[in-house]
Structure formats: structure tokens, C-alpha cells
């Protein structure tokens, strides 16, 4: 499986190179691959997003530095920032037994080895997709499948300003908060640091190798399998 590291990357052009790579990937024509990034502050709404749980106008966001994009991803509403993980796998699941809702437990699973690593013991909650730490959201999950290619996928909270994220009602839910790895550990903690540790529980529970390849390859509107 491809491995790509996009950096910090505006929420609407990561958008649209997912639908790109998720269209060459039905074809056929490129593998499996895993996007990882960070996004600059952004409120997205997903397909079940109510506006309500936004507790600023678009105005405010906008003179704060905030951007407001639509989603198609499962979900209501989510808040990025640096300083939080994203990962983005488009994949192939049609020969995957459970399709979504295992998939979806494989991302959770992911995101709760890497904590474990640390020391931090994360879990689901029954009532909300997510990780949750002591009734806290770390990390948030949310997908489209399309003629069997996953999009979207799941963001973790390294370091980020947990105070912009009182923007929002943390996916639809008021009163939530919040956490990160690195208030939950009381030090700083370097985004790569977990980023690395991230990719390792991926490739063990979905089971696959992880081959770097550039943005710029990504980027390139002739990208196939053959080209690298």
C-alpha cells in the first residue's frame, strides 16, 4: 500500500485529491493508498451536519482564521487544526468481509494502539463512533465508500489549541470536550513522533506493507501504478 505524507494542507484541495485518487483507484489503474496530513483551522460538515452545532456565524469563523467546508463523509460536524493527525485511506474493500462497519473498527483500532503506546487508554463509545478518553474525544472517524473505495477516515489529536475547538459541538454532541495526546501525557509531543508510531498500527491491523512515494507523485494528474 502507498504511503503519502501531504503535510499541512488546505481541507478543500485534500477534498478533491480523494476524489481523484478514489476514482483512479476504482479503475484500477493506481494501488491502495494512505494519505496522512494536517489542515489548517477548519470546521468541516459532513453529511448529516446540523448547523446548530456551529456556535460561531460564518462570519466569526472567517475573521478568526476559520474555514467552513462541506463534506461527504458520514458524520456531522468536525473540527481541524495543525497539530492534529488526518489520515485518509483509499482503499479497495470489496473483498473485505464487513465492509464499513469493520473498517470503521479497524480505524478505531488503529488510533487506540497508537495511544496505547504512549500509556494512553483510549476506547469506544457505544452511543458515538470515535476515541474517547475519560468521556473526552482524541480522535474522530467518519467515511464514504463509492463503488467500494473508502474516503475519509480518521483524525487524532497530537498538539493541537484544544481551545478552538470549542468552535463547534464536538460532532453534534453539547457539552463533549476535547483531549489530546500530549495533555493527556502533561509534555509536548512531536506530531511526527506519532504520525510514525500511527503508520505501524495501521500496517499491522489492516495487515499491509507501507511504501513512501512523494506529494508531488500524488499530485501528478497522470499517476497510475505504472508510473512509480
Known sequence: ???????????????????????LRHLGRIDDILLIAEHPPTVT???FGKTENLLLSGEELER???ALERSDRGGDVTFHCPGQLVVYPIMDISG?????????YDLEEVAMGCLASYGISAGRWSEHPGIWVDGR??????MRVSRAVTMHGLSLNVSPDLGRFKVINLCGLPGK???SV?????????VSDVRRRLEKHFAGVFKVSLEEISAGQVKEDSLTADTL
Open 1 to 23: 500500500m502507498w504511503l503519502c505524507h501531504l503535510g499541512l494542507m488546505p481541507y478543500a484541495p485534500a477534498l478533491e485529491l480523494q476524489r481523484r485518487l478514489a476514482r
Open 45 to 47: 460538515l459532513g453529511r
Open 64 to 66: 478568526r482564521g476559520i
Open 96 to 104: 473485505r468481509p464487513g465492509r464499513l462497519r469493520d473498517f470503521l
Open 137 to 142: 474525544q482524541i480522535g474522530a472517524v467518519g
Open 177 to 179: 470536550e476535547a483531549t
Open 182 to 190: 500530549a495533555e493527556q501525557l502533561g509534555r509536548r509531543v512531536r
